[in-house]
């Protein structure tokens, strides 16, 4: 038995350490097509580096068998959403191309509907996948929301702050951790964040319909995480 967790285990780590060379090389890619500079070398290769020690940790403790299609599809998700932090880390410097910056976005949200479901249909769902999903989506709306913050102004960074400050206040507030029942306009608030992001971040509409479609995004979470908070505390309440 020893010999065999020994074995899973070292193809769990050759999945993850595949992973991050997958990522220096995208950044390799884009540093030759587009000349980028020191802030997005080292923000890609912080990235990278963090997600290969962070996901190498984690499937060791989760004690999979095997690391599965769908984390597979997530690994390339977190892939692109390490391309479009570089991007973005080097846009303080100078602009980045706006198709490229567009494409890996655009892929990396698309490809957010595939992993799930290639675990359902695989019967490969676990609580790490869902977990890895879900931190690889808050980060990418984080980038996305410091990437438009620069031409709408700081108040746009609340999107990608908001689910971070939840899990903040989770270690002061234990009851926020509690379980939430499934919901769609939960999951439908959640794209819309990236997507409006996305177009906010292509420059393709006027200043105004910008504006008005990122205030209704950042309303629109604020309602969903106001929902579920009142929910967890009215469930906290009954079961104390």
């Known amino acids: 038995m020893a010999l065999n967790h020994t074995y899973d285990a070292r193809l769990l780590q050759q999945e993850t350490t595949v992973g991050a060379g997958v990522q220096i090389l995208l950044l390799a890619l884009l540093g030759s097509a587009i000349g980028m500079g020191p802030a997005g070398w080292l923000t890609g290769l912080a990235f990278a580096l963090a997600t290969w020690a962070v996901l190498t940790r984690a499937v060791l403790r989760s004690r999979l068998r095997s690391f599965g299609l769908a984390n597979r599809v997530t690994l390339g998700r977190?892939?692109?959403?390490?391309?479009?932090?570089?991007?973005?880390?080097?846009?303080?410097?100078?602009?980045?191309?706006?198709?490229?910056?567009?494409?890996?976005?655009?892929?990396?949200?698309?490809?957010?509907?595939?992993?799930?479901?290639?675990?359902?249909?695989?019967?490969t769902s676990s609580a790490l996948g869902a977990r890895f999903d879900m931190e690889v989506d808050a980060f990418l709306i984080l980038v996305l929301s410091v990437y438009v913050s620069m031409s709408l102004g700081p108040w746009v960074l609340l999107i990608g702050a908001m689910r971070y400050v939840f899990v903040a206040a989770a270690r002061a507030m234990p009851w926020l951790n509690g379980e939430l029942p499934p919901s769609t306009a939960r999951k439908t608030v959640a794209a819309l964040q990236g997507v409006v992001l996305l177009v906010a971040g292509a420059g393709i509409l006027p200043q105004a319909v910008t504006l008005g479609a990122v205030a209704l995004a950042l309303g629109s979470l604020v309602w969903s995480f106001g929902r579920d908070i009142g929910w967890l505390w009215r469930t906290n309440a009954r079961t104390a």
């Open 78 to 123: 977190a892939t692109l959403v390490g391309g479009v932090t570089a991007l973005v880390a080097d846009s303080f410097e100078s602009s980045p191309p706006i198709t490229l910056f567009v494409g890996l976005t655009a892929v990396a949200l698309i490809l957010d509907g595939v992993d799930g479901k290639v675990a359902r249909h695989t019967g």
